[in-house]
């Protein structure tokens, strides 16, 4: 048996954690700074972080090797295995065709690149997160955005930005109710607190899309569409929370704001369009090119190149055709993942397709003495990368792709996402690692130690936890309980500081290594995830500081009215 050691470098706890945030802060600055490549920067990284659990955190060889065999699977199945499968989907739309009709079917609607910002990756974006999430939200949005004509690279930074207002309630709440497992509070009562928190971020986030495609003039011509739907978003959120059912909070945000964007700009439109953008990747606006070009264009730049490629033959179909069918993958992909929610089959797929066993070769119990939950669960036919698959597998029956082609697209995908593979893999096993050696612990409890300034620093916590592993769900079961229990020591209210752990760990979501190799590989920029790394950390860091001192009045009596009772 192997017992975790809070402070095993001088018996300090500072100390310790200054020793246990080598692994991170490495990985980090080679991506920022050094401009390493990911998949390189994760190795050294887990390198870093295996040495440090044997000699100094004192896990057993053999136990560290196993946790690091456990955290690569996950990052294939759940993480990689949806990864795969949606942009599998995504080539097929590609090589049928159907990716260039897409992007005029979107044109049709508006070819403002600053409102389709909004209506993809804010609103479908959401409605994917709610159903999916773990990178599928950010690799659909970024093909769709691309197949309306934005640059890969702005496309990319868009939709990781876009991916934080859902995060909380994202995948049918799964980080709220993984919350309410390790804290014993309330589900209900965590999810007020959420949704007394994360719309007061949602209603911002289509303002900060619009800067980030046009700067200070996207926002001048477009704010009332963004106002409208942040505002939108946030009260959805807030209403679905806090009098409905928690799993559906997003569901009901994404649709009702898609609903309203869409009415609104019936008789609103901005007084000047940005349109499609052409040339390499720049801040700047782009200027008007003929469909076919920036199609192609986009198309080479996202790293799709098929010899099997074809185009559809519009001359035969009707425009209401044109339109189903370029948007059926994403029905589809609404439609089967919506079935797996209906209560009882959900209830089937979790009583009769679920694998669970204990990991072998650990055997770990906390500081404390509590056993360390070692168990991997698998739902092998209702986790989200099998129902992806499902759904290409009926996306190439409807466009009539063949079984070979449909297989070399597949192979092709696997290929282009060789080094994602690598850089997921060993992110999740650094995850692993220093949580089931105790670093991650030994990190969380320094910052836990402060007492009542622990409410400044409970947000920055929930980042870490994110920023880490990649999952607000993770992040919630590796803090949660510890968030809690500091807070009741603190005497500040343990709703708060809990439900603070999964609203404020949305803002570090941007910034996972795995989530920016998902977002390179989407956009065909992959190697450039520092790149992404650097357009994004001022973001997450300056929404951590506003969140921090949101968070820091609601632990007050000027915002404590907010904090709902048990």
Known sequence: MFQQILDPVGDSLALSALVAVIPLATLFALLGVFRVKAWLASIIGLVLSMLLATLVWQMPADQMLSGTLEGALYGIVPILWILVNALWIYRLTVVTGWFEVLGDRIRAITDDQRILAIIIAFCFGALLESLAGFGAPVAISIAMLVAAGMKPLKAAVVSLLANTAPVAFGAMAAPIITLAGVTKIDVHVLAQ???????????????????????????????????????????????????????????????????????????????HTVSFEGGEDSDEGGTADSSDSVDAGHTARAGISDPDMVRVDRTTRTQGNLTWMAVLPYVVIIAVFSITQIPAVKSFLADHATVSFAWPGLDIVSAAGDPVTTTFKLGWVSTGGTLLLVSGIIVALAYKVSAARALRAYGATVHQLRFTILTVVSVLALAYVMNLSGQTHSLGAALASTGGFFALLSPAIGWLGVAITGSDTSSNALFGLLQATTAQKAGLDPVLMAATNSSA???????????????????GMAGKEGDLFRRLIWWSLGLLVAFTAFVYLQSTPILGWMVPTP
């Open 193 to 271: 607190m959420a949704g007394r928190q994360t719309p007061f971020l949602a209603a911002f986030v289509p303002l900060l899309l619009v800067f980030i495609v046009d700067g200070w003039r996207g926002v001048r011509q477009t704010w009332p569409i963004a106002v409208i739907s942040g505002l939108t978003f946030a009260v959805a959120q807030f209403v679905t929370a806090n009098y409905f059912a928690v799993e559906i909070t997003d569901v009901v945000a994404a649709v009702v704001t898609a609903l309203v964007v869409l009415l609104v700009l019936r008789v609103w439109s901005p007084s």
């Open 505 to 523: 760990g949305v803002v570090g979501k941007m910034l996972s290594p795995q989530n920016l190799a998902v977002a390179a590989a989407a956009a």
